[in-house]
């Protein structure tokens, strides 16, 4: 609802335990999680193309 994320750490392995039901959302549906526990691994790391940032300071002349 407008909120963003903040980093706190990063890992290769995490494991969240739920002790009651929590209403969640998966590709845009609402469902309703039981308790259970959510096991999270690195399993591949993907390139990424990013491109490269505009400098607004000073524009760039042919020669």
Same mark, same amino acid.
């Given at each position: 609802m407008g909120w963003h994320g903040h980093r706190i750490c990063q890992c290769k392995h995490a494991v969240i335990r739920t @002790?009651?039901?929590i209403p969640i959302q998966i590709d845009g549906e609402p469902w309703r999680l039981q308790p259970s526990v959510i096991d999270i691994r690195l399993h591949n790391q993907a @390139?990424?193309?990013? #491109?490269p #940032?505009?400098?607004? @300071?000073a524009? $760039? $002349?042919a020669e």
């Open positions: @002790s009651r039901v @390139s990424m193309i990013q #491109k #940032k505009r400098r607004n @300071s524009p $760039l $002349l």
